[in-house]
């Protein structure tokens, strides 16, 4: 089967992160960027099949020069080849530009059977993309899965989200999401990552993707900021070291506080 | 007065709260027009509750598969009603949908088909559609605003406070177009989170977490208990869900959900950024920690250094007494 994995890369979580002050949009210069963990777990699912049932294994990213770190990664992985999205026109995509880039370049691969995704990256896009994503190609969409199975053409997965859980069964080809909680993503070994340096890596823009549009028709983003305010930290307030009472106090103070 | 279009939360016999907030938010924007997604008789069902708080027009957008399909038939009839409206030159001010899981990527699948802006987790909404949103794990306070297509905004639940607005409010029925079962995801089973009486964690007014310091699934008794004194949902820090203590779909943080509840109790958690990055913006924050260095610590407005195993059931007992008593 044909599987593509869509990567990220995203700022390193544990670092700050800031809103550029040119255009309010992401500063990804201002922190390392690495691969998104959640992606990390989109990769090894993929790959898993690919040693289970045998697969082709396409991986996308969109981004600066930095996304090919990302491929590379998959690469190295085990996925056997890669599509670097790269285009300075992108900077500042929106959800809807960034599901629309996406599918064009599905669309690009070959009589796939399954595109994974993370199902949320760790930097704000707070997982519409790959619904969105599904919905373009019109391909169903079996997000947020916690397991994932492959069987006689139809995909099924256990989905998690904070109203429940449900199972989530639909032909291939399909779309899975998954949540960081579906496998411990492998490391690249050092043959691997020899290896990811042989792979053939296409890199396309909005051009290759979209040969029919006029060029003001790409548009980037529907949204705009009109104001960006770093928030005032908040401070602590009352503390206590238990001594016996601490229990009894703060319910008073819960209770002084309207919150009982 | 425009329409603005909301979408209907709800399990068929009740709406849910999220959906009297969006109710309230979309008067900011012009008149409330309910879609109500479901089997059919849902909407008679839920009208008058709709009704109650400012609904309009409540859509009957039903079909005996739309509880079948994940997503789809609530998308298709948000893009029904979208097309319908702007054919009568009336296209709505805005599409509104709770911030959930679900809602979300029914926004997102909806924005991308309409070409449409897209506003994700909303904390406020002002009249002229600016919506305003805290990013960067609560470091940052962002508006913005749609520039092209119909904006569609997906507001935080627990953002604005339900209020009760009765209107009369006229039935009309959408046709939804049959599902595509080669383009949707079929629901073969569901199994409710919400365990007895306790609210959604992204709902609730009260939170209250665990996390590795809980020491154990059995340990996380002691957080239940408290929150069902407090009426309060149970949240759960991603080592503790790691650790095997409490399921996933409770994390609190980055990578899972993030909470704004009135008042946020913190049982045994360091308070790492990515946890903060969901709970940072609760009204109010206690932390109970055993390390007088935990970071929580400098956050909380009450932080207590001390052992939740005798912090927590205290308070859970003070407080259960005062609501008998009170
Ligand atoms: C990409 C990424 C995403 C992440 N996303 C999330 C996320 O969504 N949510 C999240 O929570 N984390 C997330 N993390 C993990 C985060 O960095 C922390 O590892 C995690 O939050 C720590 O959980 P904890 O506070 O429960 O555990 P610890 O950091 O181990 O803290 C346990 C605390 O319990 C205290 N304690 C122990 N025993 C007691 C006792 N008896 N009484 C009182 N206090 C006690 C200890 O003093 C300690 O402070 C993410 C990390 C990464 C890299």
Redesign the pocket.
Known sequence: MNIVVLVKQVPD?GAERTLSEADHTLDRESADPVLD?INERAAEEALTLKETVGADVTVVSMGPDSALDAVRKVLAMGADRGIHISDDRLRGADVVTTARVLAAAVRTVDDVDLVLAGDAT?DGQAGAVPAAVADLLRLPPLTHARELTVDAGRVRVERETESGETTLDAPLPALVSVTEKINEPRYPSFKGIMAAKKKPVRTVGLDDLFPDADTAGHLVTRTRVVEAVPRPARAAGIRVTDDGSAGRRLAEYLIAQKLV | MPDVLVLVDHDGERVHKSTYELLRAARRLGDPAAVVVGTPGTAARLRDALARHGARRVYAAESTEADEFLGTPAVDALERAVLDLAAEAASPAAVLVSATTAGTEVAGRLAARLDAGLLIDAVDLDPSGVATQIVFGGSCTVRSQVTHGIPVIALRPGSFEPEEHPVEAAELQLTLPPVDPAASARVTARRAAVAGDRPELTEAAVVVSG???V?GADGFKVVEELADALGGAVGA????VDAGYYPHRY??????KSVSPQLYIAL???G?I??LA?MQTSRTIVA????PE?PVLDLADYGVVG???AVAPRLTREVAARRSTG
């Open positions: 979580t963990e760790t | 996390g590795r310091g020491g820090s991603r080592a503790a994390q609190v943080g980055q990578t899972g045994g958690i360091s790492a990515q946890h969901g109970v920690n055993k390390d935990a052992d939740l195993f």
